[in-house]
């Protein structure tokens, strides 16, 4: 598989970066995670009128940009270098994600062109009250009420399920599991919870037979949904290592710039170790997540497993390493609510818990490979 970026893409690289600079600053940043909604209208709808990132890899047809995760997980990647606020990784990642890969035809004509033009928010609920994200955790069951569906029980951790349009569930049928969709005003609870990063929001939803659709088909959309979220691990790990590479860029400023003893902190032998473990670490965790963006490309659902849960596993551990040493190299400013770093810190931390820990990853990935 030939890893290598075109011209094309390196120039989308800097648009979506020029853009994300102007509108996703720190100070919109700290404004909007405070809020109820967790994003700005105007950008979003920007975002997807103006640069058709919201439909990136939804297909002509249905109103979208029809390209590949490659050019994903690039967008994904400068979103993770400004920590971007919005809901994306749920909707032009998971929900479209979904949507292409596990409903039925007339569904995605349906919904595809309102996610692609901005107007409507999606996201999956998957990870029950347990907080696994494996398919064979998932005990939520559809029950059948002459040709409808109805859903009872909770799920968990559900990426912007407060604000959700579009709310495609994952429960079990008498055929496996299957994709239900669930129209924003039918009758379920919505609860926000409590995060540790406030740029990204989680929420509760809560069932009492409540009506839906299936869309998945009626055949076991098991595989679908493993494809689905091997694609959002790997377009995850794109955006940690944007959050990488950007705490590498702010210890090395500042170690360049803060005087201790009349010169500068960088030219300490332990700072220098630092910011070069930072260096190595988020070059190898860019090589994994750009791996396993490729491989979503090929549409080999073997090989994107395999990628992705090297990647997760790898660009989990080395933005949260990247984080806390940037705290570290700032020194006592570094804990306080005013820097940066302890936003980056958050978002580390938080992101390494969402699809599976590092060790989960290493799991998987053992028994996807038999050992």
Known sequence: MDI????????????????????????????????ERGYDARTWERLASELSLVGLIIPERHGGAGLTPIELGIVME?????????????TAVL??????????????????PAIASGRSIATLAFVEEHGRWDVEAIAMRAARDGANWKLSGVKDYVL??????????????????????????????????PTLDLTRKLARLSFSDTP?????????????????????????????????????ELSTDYAKTRLQFGRPIGSFQAIKHKCADMLVETEFARSAAYNAAFAAAESDHSQLQAAAHIARSYCSEAFFRAAADNIQIHGGMG??????????????????????????ERQKLGALLGL
């Open 335 to 360: 804990f306080t609510w005013e820097a940066s770093a302890h936003l980056y810190f958050k978002r580390a931390r938080a992101s390494s818990m969402m699809f599976g820990d590092p060790i989960d």
């Open 95 to 112: 929900g479209a994600g979904a949507l292409l890969h596990a409903a039925d035809e007339a569904t995605k004509t349906k919904l595809l």
């Open 160 to 193: 912007d399920g407060a604000i959700a349009d579009v709310v495609l569930v994952v429960a079990r049928t008498d055929s496996g599991l299957g994709m239900f969709l669930v129209e924003a005003g039918a009758k379920f609870e919505r609860s926000a919870l």
């Open 78 to 90: 400068e979103m993770g270098r400004v920590l971007f606020c919005g809901p994306y990784l749920s």
């Open 212 to 248: 839906a659709t299936l869309v998945s088909g009626s055949g076991d959309a098991t595989a679908a949904i493993r494809h689905v979220l091997a694609l959002g691990s790997a377009m995850l790990a794109a955006e940690q290592v944007g959050g990488a590479q950007r705490c590498l």
């Open 4 to 35: 290598s970026f075109t011209n094309e893409h390196e120039q989308l690289r800097q648009t979506v970066r020029r853009f994300l600079e102007n509108e996703s600053n720190e100070q919109t940043v700290r404004k909007l995670m405070e809020t």
